[in-house]
């Protein structure tokens, strides 16, 4: 067996990298550069094109000491939108189809909403009357099925939840329908000192219950949208946490560059997202000073996931993909640059 | 010289053992214990008493493999108040002392300010006045030194007042007057596997320019008050977030908790604070499952540092020592438990 000389000293960056050049230059890079994994080793389940190699180049310039464009590790602040980002947003954000759950669960207990919408349209699987109820319908959803009970009981909810939920389509839990390249992603900046970040419009607290062993991501570094939660004395006077019917903060849109300057107070230096609601997530990055990575997960792959853009309802990519072709952005081609979309593909 | 056995091998929670036992027995602690820093070593700017004690043997049993008490890293997140915990808060908060600089600062463009409360009780020095405004008062003062600006000038101004601005009675650097056992408590702890939190009813962005280097704290690891700030497209179209003269959240009180869970998502086992503003960030602490720490920096030392606690009106500590004492919470004697208090004094 022949250990490739490539594979032990050859730099992420130089990828692209074709012809063997002759063995004393090799043997000079060995000695001058220390040891990375090879570009083949590294995403794995990213096909050797465009996208990964900006990424891997991105991340080689700024962990490169001496390079003009390194970055120190504490400053190394990547944020990842979740919902069509880290994991599948279809036929309809999992948080709702939690939501839509919670409702059939709790329908027993609330006969009246046999008769009242929008809960009449979720227990009939009425899709028309609910799209009809619009926004503030589904709000109304939410607020019935996430509020009114402790922190600790809503998080047991969701735990429960994906532990015996299936998605429709893949008849599977909903957290196998995350992006085995991301993954693979998410884990190769930590491993080059990177700080690694959900930054999400979905709820902050039906995230955190599973996303660190899904994503490897801990819950304080997790920043969504919120209800206002009340400290209070609950029995045997025992503190607890109780969640009121009321948003206290929408992270989406410019919500997300607010988000993140109020829970990381640092500006990231690598963003990605997927719809125009991580639009002005993107501009914040893009627009502080030196080396900055900023991506876009493009819904190109009907067969193994959906395709979808400006016309979505969900995850609609329109503005911000005309602003990322416009400056250059990474967009990520989900049928030519993955190899594999989900874990259980491999 | 003599390389002592005690500091090669001891663990801290034998911080108490003082006869010497044969060589024996330190040699089968050597192999059976994992080398840990002596009890002497660790911070060396407390006293030998039982606050110490508490702490040193509290981290001994969190971190110790097989211990009924172990906690994995994950979860070892520790909180810490900061005016009156980290650093001090007398004669008046620090940061209100920046806001009063501010006013004087900005009084030349607001010639109505000399004739109006509170920036005339500013202005001329009037503590009476200033008094009489109240909490209403100091609200609008630090609205109208804090916000319509962007974050980065704010920090700016925060950055530039700390390297010129100079405490009334110690004629130092704000940041000079940091409490060294703390810091040493901070950094024992991180060694320790735990990630050091600040939690305090001061402002986030306040905090945030200068922890780091204070404390080793990043900014991502500040919780405090906040106000409203909002996305918007500055000059050239760059992206800027604006600080609204409106707030969001006040950290203190009840509020800590909510902060805790809102930015952390995972219950403190550690928690100092040294106010009832504290009390139930302390309480939520304590209420956890498993082995806890909470502990209050109880002001006594006049002569090196101030003497207060109930009848104080900053950094008042009346029912949270009540309830410290009643649950044997670890009260810590600045005077009799710190042998420094300020980084200068060594």
Redesign the interface.
């Known amino acids: 067996m022949e250990v490739s000389t490539e594979s032990v000293c050859e730099r992420p960056h130089a990828a692209g990298y074709r012809l063997p050049p002759p063995r004393w230059i090799l043997l000079a890079w060995c000695v001058a550069l220390p040891a990375r994994p090879a570009s083949a080793q590294v995403l794995p389940s990213w096909n050797d094109g465009p996208a990964k190699r900006a990424v891997v180049g991105f991340v080689g310039k700024v962990t490169t000491a001496g390079s003009p464009d390194f970055v120190p590790p504490?400053e190394r602040?990547a944020v990842f939108d979740n919902d069509g980002t880290l994991w599948s947003e279809q036929p309809i954000y999992f948080q709702l189809a939690f939501a839509f759950d919670r409702v059939k669960a709790l329908a027993p207990h609330h006969p009246e909403w046999r008769t009242t919408q929008p809960y009449e349209a979720v227990l009939e699987g009425d899709t028309v009357a609910l799209a009809g109820s619009g926004e503030k319908g589904l709000l109304e959803l939410v607020m019935a099925t996430h509020t009114s009970m402790t922190?600790d009981e809503f998080a047991k909810l969701v735990t429960d939840w994906l532990a015996t939920a299936r998605h429709p389509r893949f008849k599977r839990p909903y957290t196998n329908l995350v992006y085995q390249p991301m993954l693979e992603l998410l884990a190769y900046l930590r491993a080059n000192g990177f700080?690694t970040y959900i930054v999400s419009g979905g709820g902050?607290?039906f995230m955190?219950p599973w996303v660190?062993k899904v994503y490897g991501i801990?819950?304080?570094q997790?920043v969504g949208s919120?209800g206002v939660?009340?400290?209070?004395q609950g029995a045997d006077s025992?503190?607890v946490?109780v969640k009121d019917p009321k948003v206290d903060f929408i992270d989406d849109g410019?919500?997300k560059?607010?988000g993140i300057?109020?829970?990381?107070?640092?500006r990231p230096i690598l963003a990605f997202g997927n719809s125009d609601g991580d639009q002005?997530m993107l501009?914040?990055t893009a627009?502080g000073k030196g080396a900055r990575f900023v991506g876009i997960v493009h819904h190109t792959d009907a067969a193994r996931e959906w395709a979808y853009d400006r016309q979505s309802h969900i995850g609609r990519l329109d503005k911000a993909l005309d602003e990322a072709i416009g400056k250059h952005w990474t967009v990520v081609d989900m049928k030519t640059d993955w190899r594999v979309v989900y874990p259980f593909e491999r």
Chains 1, 2 share one sequence.
């Open positions: 504490p602040i922190t700080k902050i607290e955190r660190e801990p819950p304080e997790v919120s939660t009340r400290f209070e025992t503190p946490l410019p919500g560059p607010v300057n109020r829970f990381i107070g640092r002005q501009e914040w627009a």
